[in-house]
């Protein structure tokens, strides 16, 4: 029998509806699209000489409202989807859509739902900067099935059509603006949630960052001098700061055991936090320099340090910001790029990626323009230096959140953006098949954003949970954690972790296996498919990563089934994890990476690095 929860502070409310938004905001939403059917067919029916006038009017004003709004405009009526239906055939049916059919489109096509790049020679002048925005804007979340395939592949199209306009006027104004707004407003992380091989449209975005800047007269390229003579190779690490977070973590132990009679090390950091993370860093580092605040000093310094090889410690794919400017320069001989970017920078000045081989498929090297540098085993190891999470004080108990005792409980950790349709959908059905279960997520996280379209995303699981015919009540969804401790008081309520994929986990793998809980992962094709797996491979629990969606829930249904096989897998993850397991063993990852980083030397200095590009393409 279900029992009802009580409600808990820690929770968010899963609507006990079919999970479609007329249920939760029909007023607001009826209005919103019985406006933004007016206004569509306005532009349909309208004279196009009268069509500029309008658009700086009061109708050109409502429809800047409904499209700048993502979270109203993708919250379609069904009604609305049969209407956006129709226009994408028009804009199919036509080699050259009039701007009456592409405004009204703008109001109900998501740019990856456009049939084809329309080109920015096609559009009118007054209407082709909003058009570029509508074009750059990227999804608070994906609704369906299907949708993150079609953005990587819309984004494939759009970047490499926009390399290929740039390219062709680099340094006339009208190429120097196109460059410079795609730098401004580009976001790349939605990219990475799929199974394609993303090399291509990150190079596409690299080569438009990199266009931006040389036409702001930024000096990307750099004749190293001479090397001065030295026994030791002088290595740098480049972070935003060196605080408490995932990619600190991740970095530490790339530094940190390296010989120091083979290796000199520097931290440069764009910003100083003054706190213990920190402070324990720059303690197993040779130097720190914290960089000046623009550009242009920044790479001075760099250049001036005089560095054998830059390590970039944080992600150099999502933005233009921070670091990524950095990157695009010359900054020293070898420049490496490593787990913390989840995909190929792309990046003409980033010659190395670091990477490991139970983290790779057998084609790796087809996946980046880098030259991959493989250490032996996974390509991730964590030091949280002296922020070792403990458990926050109080535990939760099952029956505050009306957990039967003996029900079995599903958890992840996986970030929202994560979470896909297809994903969802597997979780529900394997919560489906085991009566009376629980599924706990805590997919908030602070390190991939700030906020989050929460209400939409707790919509669709209330769709979800309706077609396969489970009680909200069974589905628990924490809010945002205030410390890594509050993540293992939840996983305390749990029986099992459910990895997410096609982008599988890395840090949130670490707090289940910290707990013991046996965690079910699924096989991949890429380094971002394939961390998690290669992590649990690497610490001998291969069993546990299924190699096909079917086989993923058939492992899942078999291990909540089978309490004393789960039981003999929480000993033995329990025993591995007190036995300094490679995923936390620095001296040995440092000795593997010290290894990686001479051959990356050794290659700088035979010629190998030079043609990377060529070899990786």
Request: charged letters at 20%; hydrophobic letters at 45%; one cysteine or more.
């Amino acid at each position: 029998m279900t029992t009802v929860p009580r409600a808990h502070p820690q929770l968010l409310e899963v609507p006990a509806t079919d999970g479609t938004v007329a249920d939760t905001q029909a007023p607001v939403l009826r209005s919103l699209s019985a406006l933004r059917r007016e206004t569509a067919e306005a532009w349909l029916r309208m004279p196009a000489a009268d069509m500029q006038r309008h658009y700086a009017g009061r109708i050109g004003h409502i429809h800047r409202l409904i499209y700048r709004n993502s979270a109203q405009r993708y919250a379609l009526l069904p009604q609305d989807i049969e209407f956006s239906r129709a226009l994408r055939a028009r804009l199919t049916a036509s080699a050259e859509p009039g701007v009456n059919v592409l405004l009204a489109a703008m109001l109900y096509l998501a740019p990856h739902e456009f049939p084809r790049v329309i080109a920015l020679s096609a559009v009118p002048a007054w209407l082709v900067n909003d058009y570029f925005d509508h074009m750059m804007a990227t999804p608070p979340m994906f609704r369906y099935a299907g949708e993150a395939d079609a953005y990587c592949d819309f984004m494939s199209r759009w970047a490499a059509y926009l390399r290929d306009v740039v390219a062709a006027d680099p340094y006339g104004e009208s190429g120097y603006r196109l460059a410079r707004k795609f730098s401004d407003t580009s976001y790349f992380q939605p990219v990475y949630f799929n199974l394609a091989n993303v090399r291509d449209v990150f190079r596409a975005r690299a080569e438009l960052l990199e266009m931006a800047l040389a036409a702001d007269d930024h000096e990307l390229d750099w004749t190293v001098p001479p090397r001065p003579a030295r026994t030791r190779l002088k290595i740098g690490v480049l972070a935003v700061n060196f605080s408490a977070n995932a990619e600190a973590f991740a970095t530490l132990p790339v530094y940190r055991h390296l010989d120091r009679r083979r290796f000199e090390v520097v931290l440069f950091a764009l910003g100083q936090k003054n706190n213990a993370m920190e402070r324990f860093c720059i303690q197993h580092a040779d130097g720190f320099v914290r960089l000046p605040p623009t550009l242009q000093a920044q790479v001075n310094v760099l250049r001036e340090a005089d560095l054998d090889l830059v390590y970039f410690s944080n992600n150099l794919t999502p933005t233009a910001r921070d670091l990524t400017a950095l990157a695009l320069h010359r900054l020293a001989r070898v420049q490496v790029a490593g787990v913390c970017s989840c995909v190929t920078t792309g990046m003409r000045n980033i010659d190395c990626y670091l990477s490991g081989r139970l983290s790779e498929p057998a084609d790796a090297q087809s996946h980046y323009t880098e030259k991959l540098y493989m250490v032996d085993g996974a390509a991730h190891c964590y030091d949280f230096g002296d922020s070792a999470p403990a458990a926050a004080a109080g535990a939760l108990r099952r029956e505050d959140f009306g957990i039967p005792r003996d029900a079995v409980v599903f958890a992840s950790g996986a970030n929202f953006y994560k979470i896909l349709p297809e994903l969802e959908d597997v979780w529900l059905r394997i919560l489906a098949a085991v009566p009376d279960s629980r599924l706990v997520l805590y997919p908030f996280g602070p390190q991939w954003a700030l906020e989050y379209p929460i209400t939409p995303f707790l919509l669709r699981l209330a769709a979800g949970l309706r077609r396969h015919g489970i009680d909200p009540q069974r589905l628990l969804v924490f809010k945002t954690a205030s410390g890594r401790g509050d993540i293992l008081q939840r996983l305390a309520l749990a029986d099992l972790y459910l990895d997410s994929f096609p982008f599988s986990g890395a840090t949130s793998l670490l707090d289940p296996l910290l707990v013991g809980l046996p965690t079910v992962a699924l096989d991949g094709v890429s380094f971002r498919s394939l961390v998690g797996p290669g992590i649990l491979r690497d610490m001998g629990l291969g069993e546990l990563v299924a190699d096909s969606v079917d086989a993923y829930i058939a492992l899942a249904l078999r291990l909540a089934t089978d309490r004393p096989q789960r039981e003999a897998l929480r000993t033995r993850i329990g025993a591995v994890m007190r036995d300094n397991p490679p995923i936390f063993d620095g001296r040995r990852y440092a000795t593997r990476v010290g290894d990686a980083f001479e051959q990356m030397w050794r290659d700088y200095c035979a010629g190998g690095l030079k043609n990377k590009q060529r070899m990786s393409g």
